[in-house]
C-alpha cells in the first residue's frame, strides 16, 4: 500500500523564523510529488517535483525532491503569520492508472 | 490552474437524507475527482469521474453510497446517499487537465449531518 508520511504533525514558530517541513513515501512507481496548502478547506497549489535535485521556489517557499532517498522538504523563510496552514504533501503513483496520496499535513501556526 | 466552484460551500443535515454536491469548472478538463476529508483527516480520494463513462470508486466507497454523474467535461455531482454523522467531513472535487498532471481543487464544501 503507497504511504505518504509528513513530519513534524504541528509545528509553532514565531514571525520571522525559517521553517522546515518534511514528506517521505513509499509508493509503486513514483512519478510525481505535489506541495499544497490548506487554509480553510480547498488546497491550494504550491509545487509539483518530478526530478531528484533540482530546487522549485516561489517567493519566500522553496522545495527539493530526493528520489533516492524518497523524502522531499518545503522551506519556508522569514514566516509571516499568513503562512499558518495546514501544509499537504501528496505523491502521484501507481501502474496505469496514476492516482494522488495524500500525507496527513503539517500544521503550522506562525505567531506575531 | 482552473476556476472551479463547488455547491453548496456548507449544509447540515438530517440522517437519512441525500445532499447533492455540484462542482464547476470553468474549462473543459479530462479528470474529475472527489475527495473527502473527515475531521483532522487527510484527503482520501472517493471516485474519479470521466465523462461518458461510469465512475471509478476507491476501496471502502460504493456507488450505492455516493452516485457520481459526469454530464460533460465541465460538470459533476457527487450524491451522498442515505446520510449519517459519520459522513460529516468535507467534500472536494479536483481536475486535472491531463492524466497525471498537477490536480487544483475548488473550495470544498462543509457538510455536517445531525
Known amino acids: 500500500e503507497d504511504k505518504v508520511v509528513q513530519s513534524p504533525l504541528s509545528l509553532v514558530v514565531h514571525e520571522g523564523d525559517t521553517v522546515t517541513l518534511n514528506c517521505s513515501y513509499e509508493v509503486t512507481n513514483f512519478r510525481s510529488l505535489l506541495w499544497y496548502k490548506q487554509e480553510k478547506k480547498a488546497p491550494t497549489f504550491l509545487f509539483m517535483l518530478?526530478?531528484?535535485?533540482i530546487e522549485k521556489k516561489s517567493g519566500r517557499l522553496s522545495s527539493i525532491l530526493d528520489k533516492k532517498e524518497l523524502f522531499s522538504i518545503l522551506n519556508i523563510t522569514a514566516t509571516q503569520t499568513g503562512d499558518s496552514a495546514v501544509y499537504l504533501c501528496a505523491v502521484y503513483s501507481g501502474a496505469g492508472s496514476y492516482q494522488l496520496t495524500f500525507g496527513k499535513g503539517t500544521k503550522l501556526s506562525v505567531i506575531p | 490552474s482552473a476556476v472551479i466552484s463547488q455547491k453548496p460551500s456548507r449544509d447540515i443535515c438530517q440522517r437519512g437524507t441525500s445532499l447533492t454536491i455540484q462542482c464547476q469548472v470553468d474549462?473543459?478538463?479530462?479528470?474529475m475527482f472527489w475527495y473527502r476529508q473527515q475531521p483532522g483527516q487527510s484527503l482520501t480520494l472517493i471516485a474519479t469521474a470521466n465523462q461518458g463513462s461510469e465512475a471509478t470508486y476507491e476501496s471502502g466507497f460504493v456507488i450505492d453510497k455516493f452516485p457520481i454523474s459526469r454530464p460533460n467535461l465541465t460538470f459533476s455531482t457527487l450524491t451522498v446517499s442515505n446520510m449519517s454523522p459519520e459522513d460529516s467531513s468535507i467534500y472536494l472535487c479536483?481536475?486535472?487537465?491531463?492524466?497525471?498532471?498537477?490536480?487544483?481543487f475548488g473550495p470544498g464544501t462543509r457538510l455536517t449531518v445531525l
Open positions: 518530478t526530478s531528484s535535485g
Open positions: 474549462s473543459q478538463v479530462t479528470m
Open positions: 479536483s481536475v486535472e487537465r491531463t492524466h497525471g498532471d498537477t490536480q487544483y
